[in-house]
Structures are given as C-alpha cells and as structure tokens.
T-cell receptor, first 113, second 109 residues
Framework: ETGVTQSPTHLIKTRGQQVTLRCSSQ?????VSWYQQALGQGPQFIFQ???????GRGNFPPRFSGLQFPNYSSELNVNALELDDSALYLC????????????FGPGTRLTVL | QKEVEQDPGPLSVPEGAIVSLNCTYS??????FMWYRQYSRKGPELLMY????GNKEDGRFTAQVDKSSKYISLFIRDSQPSDSATYLC?????????FGAGTTVTVRA
C-alpha cells in the first residue's frame, strides 16, 4: 500500500454537471499530481501542486482545476462534464518535485452519461 | 508521434518464461525512467526506478536504459501467474511523468 487514498471509488455523472474528486497524500509529501487514464491508455498528466501552489499543468482545459490543502489532502474539480471525461482519475504524491518517486492512489472511476 | 511509445500487446507467456517489455521515447530531456505495474481497476504500483543509462536489478526484475537509442526495457525472470498485469513505462525530465500506453501481460499456469 502506498498510503495514498482517493474518494469516491466510483462516480456516475451526467454531461454538463460538475464533479469533485478527493485525494489524501502520504504524510510529509508536499507534492500531489493528478492524472487521467482513459480505458486502454496510459495516465495523462493533468497538473501538479507543490505546497498549495500549482507547479505545472498538462494539456487540459481550464475547466479542470485543483486545490491542495495544508493537511496533505487535495481536490480535482471538473466543470461542464463531457462524455470524454469518463476515465480513471489518479492522484500521486511525492516528497518533493522533480526527482522524487510518485506514489499512486487506487483512483476514482468517473463515468459521464 | 507520441512522446513515449509502448506496444500494448497483449503478451501471453507460460509460467517460468522470461517476459521482455520495452518502450521508446523521443524527448532527449528525459532522465528518470520508471516501470509501474497496474492490476485491473487499481492504481499503478512502482516496480523499478532508474536514473540515466545502465542496468538495475531487483529480484526477478531487471530494468535497462539506453539513452543513446532512446530505448528502455524491463525483463521479468521466472514469471509467475501473479505477474499478470499491465506494465507501464514512465519517464520524466521535470515535474511530470510521461507514460506509455501499457503492455498487458498474462502468465499462464
């Protein structure tokens, strides 16, 4: 076990709705990264937070946003859901940034109908 | 062209065989190379982490990196049915990981 937890496990939403996914990092890990994994694909980087500030962003639109809190928890928010947003959403925590190993949670499976 | 290319397989081998997996990449800035294992409907689990070119061995697993050819490999010796999973290569030059599509491996008892 990596010590990284995510909630909820599964979620079903309809197109146009908004969703919030949650992650709890390992204690002492100041960095959290979020990834989207479509079925049959590798994870795609969404963004990274370091000490509550966005540290980098992948090729995702602004309707994907995040927050990181001082208690090692974080959120991924997606507005105006689209069918293509259906995927496994993974968070990964690490002590620092560039060279540190990222430890993944079990993911939240989002289905958009 | 994708930044990281990985043959999705599937790959089916008998128990005890050597499993050979590989990825190619195009970004010369990548310096850190990883292999993750992912069971169905689970998060990726780190198997191997290497920096720059060379070999690294950990039990039945050997990771190889050839930066001159932009090619990385993972070998699994004496494969077991419990090794059946999807194997993802990942690499990084900065703050984000870039993943291959994953290779699905089945080890037949």
């Amino acid at each position: 076990e990596t010590g990284v937890t995510q909630s909820p496990t599964h979620l079903i939403k309809t197109r146009g709705q908004q969703v919030t996914l949650r992650c709890s990092s390992q204690s002492g890990h100041n960095t959290v990264s979020w990834y989207q994994q479509a079925l049959g694909q590798g994870p795609q980087f969404i963004f990274q937070y370091y000490r509550e500030e966005e540290n980098g962003r992948g090729n995702f639109p602004p309707r994907f946003s995040g927050l990181q809190f001082p208690n090692y928890s974080s959120e991924l928010n997606v507005n105006a859901l689209e069918l293509d947003d259906s995927a496994l959403y993974l968070c990964a925590s690490s002590p620092g940034t560039v060279t540190d190993t990222q430890y993944f949670g079990p993911g939240t499976r989002l289905t958009v109908l | 062209q994708k930044e990281v290319e990985q043959d999705p397989g599937p790959l089916s081998v008998p128990e005890g065989a050597i499993v050979s997996l590989n990825c190619t990449y195009s970004n010369s800035a990548f310096q850190y190379f990883m292999w993750y294992r992912q069971y169905s409907r689970k998060g990726p689990e780190l198997l191997m982490y290497t920096y720059s070119s060379g070999n690294k061995e950990d039990g039945r697993f050997t990771a190889q990196v050839d930066k001159s050819s932009k090619y990385i490999s993972l070998f699994i010796r004496d494969s077991q049915p419990s090794d059946s999973a999807t194997y993802l290569c990942a690499m990084s030059g900065d703050y984000k990981l870039s993943f291959g599509a994953g290779t699905t491996v089945t080890v037949r008892a």
